[in-house]
């Protein structure tokens, strides 16, 4: 069972409007992270945080933002969503220690038309 | 900087063969190292870990050995069945850190 949630799994939305990817953990983990999903599968990481009121760029320069307000709860938003912004978007969190690896929600798939 | 390489795809087999996917890193200290699974329309699920050299991750048939001589973590199953298809993803976790390096992922495909 899923202990990462990510609402909605599908979305087809207009060019301009704003939307936002909710992304909910019930584990307590401090760290999350948000990635991108390529139809060519690689994974590019666009945000992450490491606790409340802390969030980073990640490694694929993003037009979104997050917010970290509470522990549980990572959402990403789009301000004014374009075609190009059609993709996957998977939500992860992990805790303290190097060997635990993440726990990933099931992903959001975003068409921009 | 720390990478991980993994063999490209995709990888067509016929059910019951024998499935290796190389996987190779690059970093420093000691590393974790993860084979994660993601299956069509899904978010990647954990297949098996190890934490240190000579460890041997395994679950559902799959196993990899940590070998810090060769740098590897090559997956391997025995005898794959259709329900395997998936993508693959091979990473670390760099030494005292948490945080994840992925490879590319490596599509697998297969038929009945």
């Known amino acids: 069972e899923a202990d990462i949630y990510q609402t909605p799994r599908y979305l087809v939305i207009g060019t301009g409007k704003k939307i936002t990817l909710e992304c909910s953990q019930t584990?307590?983990?401090?760290?999350m992270y948000w990635y991108q999903q390529d139809p060519g599968m690689e994974l590019h990481l666009i945000h992450y945080s490491y606790g409340v009121n802390s969030t980073e760029k990640g490694d694929l320069s993003s037009e979104s933002t997050v917010s970290r307000i509470r522990t549980e709860h990572f959402p990403l938003t789009l301000e004014s969503a374009r075609p190009s912004h059609t993709s996957q978007y998977l939500c992860?969190?992990?805790?303290?220690?190097?060997?635990?690896?993440?726990?990933f929600g099931s992903g959001t798939r975003l068409t921009v038309v | 900087g720390n990478s991980v390489t993994q063999m490209e795809g995709p990888v067509t087999l016929s059910e019951e063969a024998f499935l290796t996917i190389n996987c190779t890193y690059t970093?420093?200290?000691?590393?974790?190292l993860f084979w994660y699974v993601q299956y069509p329309g899904e978010g990647l699920q954990l297949l098996l870990k190890a934490t240190k050299a000579d460890d041997k991750g395994s679950n559902k048939g799959f196993e990899a050995t940590y070998r810090k001589e060769t740098t590897s973590f090559h997956l391997e199953k025995g005898s794959v069945q259709v329900s395997d298809s998936a993508v693959y993803f091979c990473a670390l976790s760099e030494s005292g850190s948490e945080k994840l390096v992925f490879g590319k992922g490596t599509k697998l495909t297969v038929n009945p």
């Open positions: 584990m307590g983990h401090d760290k």
């Open positions: 992860a969190s992990s805790s303290q220690g190097q060997g635990y690896g993440y726990t």
């Open positions: 970093a420093t200290g000691y590393p974790s």
